[in-house]
């Protein structure tokens, strides 16, 4: 009998030791913490450590927590990992605690850090396995971040781009809760903006549309803003935006627009504090200066980020682009010694690299990697390098060449339908007739009544008139009612008169309507693809375009281009 009484009371208190919920002042020490971790990182660590040793279960676990947190910020991650996944683990061995929704609210942030920790290291198949099986314990907001920022890093950018901006909507604002500041507040929304920036970058790398380029500074501004507003390390904020600003120059090939805003960003004392922050700077600056032909210079600073990736280890792509830039450099100084040591280390590197491609569901890479690898295995084969390069310089002017041939004759081509569909319009719209098919169609043979056949024209240049066709229930059904027929009539009519389908017909009315409110309405281009679909019917934005490109030849931005150049 006193065994079982023991045994309850023993129960009862490892059940409330991981069951009790969070009072105010430990919801006002944790969110204490959370501040000090960039305000004050060393105190933010005692403190978590402190309350790692309480008895108070979820209060001891949240202190753990954070005590991995501040060797993530420290980008000491492999410490980092170890801490949460031990923390994830003694969780779950505490089964009659996994439902408890303070837990579950653990465990989701465990994850989300330990999706991060896998990201910077570049181990997406591992990131990827924890995001999967803990998907039910992450708010669905931030499981399209990281969803989404998976398929940003492995080149899916189309897909990925639109999830971290349906997290950015889904993510609720300003609602503080206890002890939460406005300024904390402000900065995760400052970080998902930045995210979205970088993944623009990212898609112009793929594209070459300066319009995404556009797009990341925009999203950076904004972030930028934000933190000023609220006076949060004001100096830190400048010099993150002159870092991503100067970068998004760079690939725009103006490295000494580049280079200025990266000796604007690095004067600030207060980015000595973080080491990532850092090495960005010191790469990009090699980039830059490597481009203006200041071997040395690009040398030092490539160098320098070197010695720091070993203790941080985050992106190996990174670490490659610092590799190439080394073997290019050694090679323009002629030290063939040393250009073949880093062209072996891009191989062995782009190996690594492949490896976690492959087992992280086929990652694309920013950078050219078969072209690094080619370009290496020519150095480590011969060191012939005057004639290597010469060459080189032969196959990249003829693909330069043909590339420029190609997008000229594709202008030429485009301009030449721009031009067309501008001519037609003009003399439509002086007729004052939108469907020209029609009257070649009254002039073949059909099966239906003449009078059937006048009747539905009749009926259908009325509901032209009244722009009907804009309605996204304009369907076969509903003109068959308008016009008092049937839709067996009504559609032998489109294929015997008018000799297209009730789909092609309605697809020309509205392009025709978009075109020409495109001309007399400047203030419609300024609207959204999607908010244009909606204008004319259609629900989603991707239909539009591809209608859109189908009835003219071009894409709405091409033709928006081109008249606010003409205007």
């Given at each position: 009998?006193?065994?079982?009484?023991?045994?309850?009371?023993?129960?009862?208190?490892?059940?409330?030791?991981?069951?009790?919920?969070?009072?105010?002042?430990?919801?006002?020490?944790?969110?204490?913490?959370?501040?000090?971790?960039?305000?004050?990182?060393?105190?933010?660590?005692?403190?978590?450590?402190?309350?790692?040793?309480?008895?108070?279960?979820?209060?001891?676990?949240?202190?753990?927590?954070?005590?991995?947190?501040?060797?993530?910020?420290?980008?000491?991650?492999?410490?980092?990992?170890?801490?949460?996944?031990?923390?994830?683990?003694?969780?779950e061995k505490e089964k009659k605690i996994i439902s408890d929704k303070n837990y579950q609210d653990l465990i989701g942030i465990c994850v989300n850090k330990l999706f991060y920790i896998y990201k910077n290291l570049g181990e997406y198949d591992l990131a990827l396995f924890y995001l999967n099986q803990y998907k039910n314990k992450v708010a669905e907001n931030r499981f399209n971040e990281q969803y989404g920022l998976i398929k940003v890093a492995m080149g899916d950018c189309i897909n990925g781009i639109p999830l971290l901006k349906k997290e950015l909507k889904t993510s609720p604002h300003l609602k503080l809760g206890v002890g939460e500041k406005k300024t904390m507040n402000k900065k995760l929304f400052a970080d998902k903006y930045n995210i979205i920036g970088e993944a623009y970058q990212k898609y112009y790398i793929q594209t070459k549309k300066n319009v995404f380029l556009d797009s990341a500074n925009y999203y950076f501004n904004v972030a930028a803003r934000m933190m000023l507003n609220e006076n949060f390390y004001p100096e830190y904020t400048k010099a993150l935006l002159y870092m991503r600003e100067?970068?998004?120059?760079?690939?725009?090939?103006?490295?000494?627009?580049?280079?200025?805003?990266?000796?604007?960003?690095?004067?600030?004392?207060?980015?000595?504090?973080?080491?990532?922050?850092?090495?960005?700077?010191?790469?990009?600056?090699?980039?830059?200066?490597?481009?203006?032909?200041?071997?040395?210079?690009?040398?030092?600073?490539?160098?320098?980020?070197?010695?720091?990736?070993?203790?941080?280890?985050?992106?190996?792509?990174?670490?490659?682009?610092?590799?190439?830039?080394?073997?290019?450099?050694?090679?323009?100084?002629?030290?063939?010694?040393?250009?073949?040591?880093?062209?072996?280390?891009?191989?062995?590197?782009?190996?690594?690299?492949?490896?976690?491609?492959?087992?992280?569901?086929?990652?694309?890479?920013?950078?050219?990697?078969?072209?690094?690898?080619?370009?290496?295995?020519?150095?480590?084969?011969?060191?012939?390098?005057?004639?290597?390069?010469?060459?080189?310089?032969?196959?990249?002017?003829?693909?330069?060449?043909?590339?420029?041939?190609?997008?000229?004759?594709?202008?030429?081509?485009?301009?030449?339908?721009?031009?067309?569909?501008?001519?037609?319009?003009?003399?439509?719209?002086?007729?004052?007739?939108?469907?020209?098919?029609?009257?070649?169609?009254?002039?073949?043979?059909?099966?239906?009544?003449?009078?059937?056949?006048?009747?539905?024209?009749?009926?259908?240049?009325?509901?032209?008139?009244?722009?009907?066709?804009?309605?996204?229930?304009?369907?076969?059904?509903?003109?068959?009612?308008?016009?008092?027929?049937?839709?067996?009539?009504?559609?032998?009519?489109?294929?015997?008169?008018?000799?297209?389908?009730?789909?092609?017909?309605?697809?020309?009315?509205?392009?025709?309507?978009?075109?020409?409110?495109?001309?007399?309405?400047?203030?419609?281009?300024?609207?959204?693809?999607?908010?244009?679909?909606?204008?004319?019917?259609?629900?989603?934005?991707?239909?539009?375009?591809?209608?859109?490109?189908?009835?003219?030849?071009?894409?709405?931005?091409?033709?928006?281009?081109?008249?606010?150049?003409?205007?």
């Amino acid at each position: 009998m006193h065994k079982i009484i023991n045994f309850l009371v023993f129960l009862f208190t490892i059940t409330s030791a991981f069951s009790q919920e969070l009072n105010e002042l430990e919801i006002k020490k944790i969110r204490e913490i959370q501040e000090h971790l960039i305000s004050n990182p060393k105190k933010a660590y005692l403190e978590a450590l402190e309350i790692s040793q309480s008895n108070h279960g979820i209060f001891s676990l949240h202190g753990q927590y954070y005590v991995a947190c501040y060797y993530y910020n420290q980008s000491n991650f492999i410490h980092s990992k170890k801490l949460i996944i031990k923390l994830l683990d003694s969780i779950e061995k505490e089964k009659k605690i996994i439902s408890d929704k303070n837990y579950q609210d653990l465990i989701g942030i465990c994850v989300n850090k330990l999706f991060y920790i896998y990201k910077n290291l570049g181990e997406y198949d591992l990131a990827l396995f924890y995001l999967n099986q803990y998907k039910n314990k992450v708010a669905e907001n931030r499981f399209n971040e990281q969803y989404g920022l998976i398929k940003v890093a492995m080149g899916d950018c189309i897909n990925g781009i639109p999830l971290l901006k349906k997290e950015l909507k889904t993510s609720p604002h300003l609602k503080l809760g206890v002890g939460e500041k406005k300024t904390m507040n402000k900065k995760l929304f400052a970080d998902k903006y930045n995210i979205i920036g970088e993944a623009y970058q990212k898609y112009y790398i793929q594209t070459k549309k300066n319009v995404f380029l556009d797009s990341a500074n925009y999203y950076f501004n904004v972030a930028a803003r934000m933190m000023l507003n609220e006076n949060f390390y004001p100096e830190y904020t400048k010099a993150l935006l002159y870092m991503r600003e100067a970068k998004s120059a760079a690939l725009r090939g103006n490295y000494i627009q580049s280079l200025s805003l990266y000796k604007k960003g690095i004067k600030y004392p207060s980015i000595q504090e973080n080491i990532r922050t850092i090495q960005l700077f010191d790469l990009g600056m090699a980039d830059c200066f490597h481009h203006l032909n200041k071997i040395d210079s690009a040398l030092i600073y490539c160098e320098k980020y070197i010695d720091s990736y070993q203790k941080t280890k985050v992106s190996k792509e990174n670490l490659l682009m610092a590799y190439n830039i080394m073997t290019q450099c050694y090679k323009e100084k002629n030290d063939s010694k040393k250009a073949y040591l880093y062209a072996q280390k891009s191989l062995e590197l782009i190996q690594s690299i492949e490896k976690i491609k492959n087992e992280s569901l086929n990652f694309l890479h920013n950078y050219d990697l078969n072209l690094i690898k080619e370009e290496s295995n020519k150095i480590i084969a011969s060191r012939k390098y005057f004639k290597i390069f010469f060459f080189s310089l032969l196959i990249i002017l003829a693909f330069v060449i043909y590339r420029f041939y190609y997008y000229y004759k594709l202008q030429k081509e485009r301009h030449q339908r721009f031009l067309k569909i501008i001519q037609q319009l003009r003399e439509s719209k002086k007729s004052g007739i939108k469907n020209t098919d029609e009257q070649k169609g009254d002039q073949t043979k059909q099966s239906i009544d003449e009078d059937l056949v006048e009747k539905l024209s009749i009926g259908l240049k009325k509901l032209e008139q009244k722009e009907l066709f804009l309605d996204p229930n304009f369907k076969l059904t509903f003109v068959a009612k308008k016009l008092n027929t049937n839709t067996a009539y009504l559609s032998q009519y489109f294929n015997q008169v008018m000799h297209k389908t009730f789909s092609e017909y309605t697809q020309e009315l509205r392009i025709q309507y978009v075109l020409q409110k495109l001309i007399d309405v400047p203030q419609f281009r300024k609207y959204t693809m999607q908010a244009i679909a909606e204008e004319v019917g259609y629900k989603d934005a991707n239909t539009f375009v591809r209608v859109f490109k189908k009835q003219t030849g071009l894409s709405p931005n091409y033709y928006i281009e081109k008249l606010e150049k003409t205007a």
